[in-house]
């Protein structure tokens, strides 16, 4: 077990839907961005199928979908994001999103990358991690480890870049976890900022995400915490 206590100057979350970064890590970005790191996200997908309505206009829910990106943004502190706008179902691990992802590692230079872990595929005996997690998952492996690092991967997305660690979330296999006991609230609120997703029943939301953290510190012996697979690249 351990726990990350260190704050990164830089961090960059890159994540496929709208809302995947604050309930898989909102806790650990908004207590690093408190503590002083610069923090930002890369959101691949367009959040463009994410309703259950037929009638719903994937134009109108993607802008929906941004703004709402930009107000949890705001509730985390974060110094910034980039929308990458690829349609819901439709990421996969091209030669042209390894060079997108390592123009933006190389860009905001983080030393802490957090993504989706690839490797998980089931949650339990009734949850199939989706397509675009994955897909989008192996694609931040290949481009953090090795191409941003490497001069010749890519040589027009700006001079290389060394990721000191790389952070998999959604993991069935964590082995270092982020006290967010006092960033827990913020999670909270920014997950409730995406409200195409949280619907009508947010304090249900809030309690099933303050349980899950609670599960996670329980690994940590903390009251809430963040639980990644830990991956030191440098
Ligand atoms: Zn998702």
Redesign the pocket.
């Known amino acids: 077990m351990v726990l990350l206590g260190d704050i990164p100057e830089r961090a960059l979350a890159v994540f ?2 709208p809302d ?1 970064p604050e309930v898989a890590c909102g806790g650990t970005l908004a207590h690093w961005a408190s503590q002083g790191a610069e923090v930002r996200l890369v959101v691949a997908n367009a959040g463009d199928k994410g309703s259950a309505d037929a009638t719903t206009d994937p134009q109108v829910l993607t802008e929906r979908r941004a703004d709402e990106v930009a107000a949890a943004a705001k509730v985390l502190a974060l110094v910034g994001f980039d929308l990458l706008g690829i349609p819901d179902g439709e990421i996969t691990n091209t030669i042209d999103l390894r060079a997108t992802l390592v123009g933006l590692v190389r860009r905001h230079r983080p030393e802490v990358v957090i993504a989706p872990d690839p490797t998980a595929v089931f949650f339990g005996d009734s949850y199939v991690n ?1 397509r ?2 994955r897909e989008l998952g192996w694609a931040v492996l290949d481009a953090v480890a090795p191409a941003a690092a490497s001069p010749l991967y890519f040589p027009d997305q700006g001079p290389p870049h060394q990721v000191t660690t790389l952070l998999l979330s959604g993991t069935l296999e964590p082995d270092a976890w982020v006290d967010v006991t006092t960033s827990i609230d913020r999670k909270v609120a920014a997950v409730s900022c995406h409200e195409t997703r949280v619907g009508h029943d947010p304090d249900l939301v809030a309690e099933l995400l303050r349980a899950r953290t609670a599960e996670s510190g329980t690994h940590a012996n903390v009251p809430h915490a963040e639980g990644y697979r830990r991956l030191r690249l440098a």
Do not use: E
């Open positions: 496929a839907h995947d989706h675009d997690h």
